[in-house]
């Protein structure tokens, strides 16, 4: 509610980094809800970021965010957070109302829905439209680029791999949901339970396997379109 017509028509919007969590190499925490919470403010520039000893290296791994000046506060949310929620309300509550001047119905408006292609009836394809967010989209694309950067040492360390080139370019022909999808039993082992471990391992096998697949279906449609090429005049 503290977004306004005057809010909403300020220019610029305000808008800063932030740095949201850091944690050192060797305090790897089990999820980010377990870091201690940093103050919800801009960095700028003489802030101390962290303190070392004198000649001493220590690995940081920081996570900076964009934050929003949220108005007549001195809050600044994460930007994709607050448009989210914003967006959500919008559709959810806002928009219902408006419309119905009741309660909001008890299934929800889709977040979007396809406007590449033309729909004999809107209302029919409203009602297909996807529940997922561009929050949400955002988020598995950032999950997914991690998780292909991590895969390719991953699975380039098991003996008889491909290379890095052919194991990228499998994951490269992967959609987001589809990396999701594979790593989806995969779990982080602080304590080395053995059964987690196991797990870990059958899962990148499996994708061990696929990325061999793959490797040796493009070697075989390669050499079957050099076989299949005609000869050159004169040869």
Same mark, same amino acid.
């Given at each position: 509610m503290l977004y306004r017509n005057h809010a909403k028509h300020r220019m610029p919007a305000i808008m800063a980094?932030? #740095? !949201?969590?850091?944690?050192? /190499?060797d305090q790897m925490p089990r999820s980010m809800d377990d870091l201690a919470p940093r103050p919800e403010e801009p960095v700028r520039v003489g802030d101390v970021i962290a303190v070392t000893p004198l000649g001493t290296r220590t690995p940081i791994n920081l996570f900076p965010t964009m934050g929003i000046s949220r108005p007549g506060t001195d809050r600044w949310p994460v930007l994709m957070t607050e448009l989210d929620e914003i967006?959500?309300?919008?559709r959810t509550q806002a928009v219902p109302r408006l419309i119905t001047g009741t309660e909001p119905p008890e299934h929800p408006l889709p977040t979007r829905y396809e406007i590449a292609v033309a729909h004999l009836d809107e209302r029919d394809a409203?009602?297909?439209?996807?529940?997922?967010?561009a929050s949400d989209h955002h988020k598995e694309r950032l999950v997914a680029a991690t998780l292909r950067i991590q895969l390719v040492d991953l699975i380039g360390g098991i003996a008889g791999s491909p290379n890095e =080139?052919?194991?990228? !370019?499998? #994951? !490269?022909s992967l959609a987001d949901d589809q990396v999701l999808a594979r790593t989806a039993r995969?779990?982080?082992?602080?304590? =080395? /339970?053995?059964?987690?471990?196991?797990?870990n391992i059958e899962v990148l096998k499996a994708l061990h396997d696929e990325a061999i697949t793959f490797t040796r279906d493009g070697q075989r449609f390669r050499e079957t379109a050099e076989e299949q090429e005609p000869a050159a005049p004169g040869a």
């Open positions: 980094v932030r #740095l !949201a969590a850091m944690y050192s /190499n967006s959500q309300w919008v409203i009602s297909a439209g996807s529940m997922t967010s =080139h052919q194991i990228a !370019a499998w #994951l !490269a995969w779990k982080p082992s602080f304590d =080395h /339970n053995p059964g987690v471990m196991r797990q």
